[in-house]
């Protein structure tokens, strides 16, 4: 697969100041003066900008060189869809999210293995005479990299062939005419685009190591303040992964994300 992660994430709201604090507790590391934020391993994956409402302003997919770029430039134009093109990035509109996609050169992430730790189960004792690590943990959770978003389309169709026709993204699973799940990594997501009365950013989803991290994350974020809450504790059926949903200032969720 020529593309390989999303690499960044530029979001739209009327409140930076408040939305930045809010990405701050959720455990991304402000980065720079222009209200960027990092995971642990992808680096800066989250920009926020002024605009009147929230969305998604910008997506930015990992591609290996500009021969991964020169293909997607020749997919979108098949499609009849305008693109810019430089050295090292392709960028188009999706008119139905109305989001800009930029396809850029990127380094392949690489993440070190999360810590394993033991669980019990019927039949399977493989902790004994000790506290589980997940409860004795003190550090801040801190996201290791942006998993996928979800975008609402006016062009639930249109928008599906850009991703897939023009750009190379792959389907995973779908909702016939309803909501398509998209990836351009190994992960089951990457992205899931349905079909929806207005353009609008759903969620961003952030992985975390463990059940664990999804729940000490959450719980730390509701101490802070309950009405961030949403949904969660729960498992996906697409995806398998377990999940916490939470609210930002400006209306956006935001998800912890483990087990993909």
Known sequence: MALHRLTRAVMGVPNVAEVASYYQDF???????????????????????????????????????????????????????????????????????????????????????????SYNAPGSVARTGVRADGILRGDRVRPRKLGHVVLGSTDYEGSQRFFVEGLGFKVSDSVAGTATFMRCSTDHHNLLVQSTPVAFLHHTSWQVDDVDEVGRGATAMLEADPRRHTWGLGRHFIGSNFFWYLRDPAGTFSEYYSDM
Request: aromatic share 2%.
């Open 27 to 117: 455990g991304l590391a402000p980065h720079g003066t222009r209200h960027g934020f990092c995971t642990v391993d992808g680096g800066e994956q989250l920009r926020l900008v002024q605009t009147d409402r929230r969305r998604l302003v910008e997506l930015c997919v990992g591609a290996d060189d500009g021969d991964d770029l020169g293909r997607t430039a020749s997919r979108l134009d098949k499609l009849g869809v305008g693109f810019e093109r430089t050295e090292t990035a392709v960028t188009a509109r999706d008119h139905g999210t109305e989001v800009l996609v930029r396809v850029e050169i990127a380094d392949r992430l690489t993440q070190r293995p999360a810590r394993s730790p």
